[in-house]
């Protein structure tokens, strides 16, 4: 490689860089389980996703190489839906819509919308897609789909609702903004009630 592109060598106190496959249909998933460190989902999984197809082929997957699921780091799961009162969170609830949207269009993620039932709303938002329709595509997406996809609650309830929504992942992004002290002190709120929450 050339030089812009070549990393020089590790030092010895980052001998062995732990490795994370992102993952989302079930044989990732089981390779991530099997020859990982960790395992990255994506957002537009549900809570039934993760228990019915994430968790157990990442179990199977450890057990081929004679690990557990403790032996990996298990990180997202959820789109983050919040804000300071209900005014910002349903801001937040339908640039969560939006993004349901988008992400729903591809058939990769189709698995997570046919285990809950939204087969034909994800076969309409991958059609709008292919049609060039994106204005449209967020008229699919119930409710409903954005709760499944999401954490929802303001600032001081979004932790605790997090744990729930969340069990099982042992990191996350806390996806927010962070621009000024006030949002910064916000985030740091919000990251302490983590500690005690989980």
């Avoid at 298990?74 to 609830?93: M, N, P, S, W």
């Avoid at 409710?143 to 996350?172: K, N």
Wanted: with cysteine; net charge negative; hydrophobic share 40%.
């Amino acid at each position: 490689m050339t030089p812009t592109f070549s990393p020089p060598p590790q030092q010895p106190q980052h001998a062995r860089i732990p490795i994370h496959i992102a993952a989302v249909n079930a044989a990732m998933l089981r390779v991530a389980g099997e020859v990982a460190d960790g395992v990255r989902l994506h957002g537009i999984v549900t809570r039934k996703y993760m228990d019915e197809v994430a968790f157990p082929n990442l179990r199977l997957g450890a057990e081929r190489a004679g690990r557990s699921l403790h032996d990996l780091e298990i990180a997202g799961g959820a789109f983050l839906v919040t804000g300071k009162d209900e005014t910002e969170v349903q801001q937040a609830f339908e640039e969560a819509r939006s993004t349901v949207a988008f992400y729903g269009s591809t058939r990769t993620y189709r698995v997570s919308f046919e285990l809950e039932g939204w087969v034909d709303q994800s076969q309409q938002l991958h059609r709008l897609s292919v049609e060039g329709k994106w204005d449209q595509m967020a008229a699919v997406v119930s409710d409903e789909m954005v709760e499944a996809f999401s954490v929802v609650g303001t600032y001081d309830q979004i932790a605790a609702r997090m744990r729930t929504r969340l069990a099982g992942c042992t990191r996350f992004a806390l996806d927010m903004r962070t621009r000024t002290d006030q949002e910064r002190g916000i985030a740091r709120e919000i990251i302490q009630d983590l500690h005690h929450a989980w």
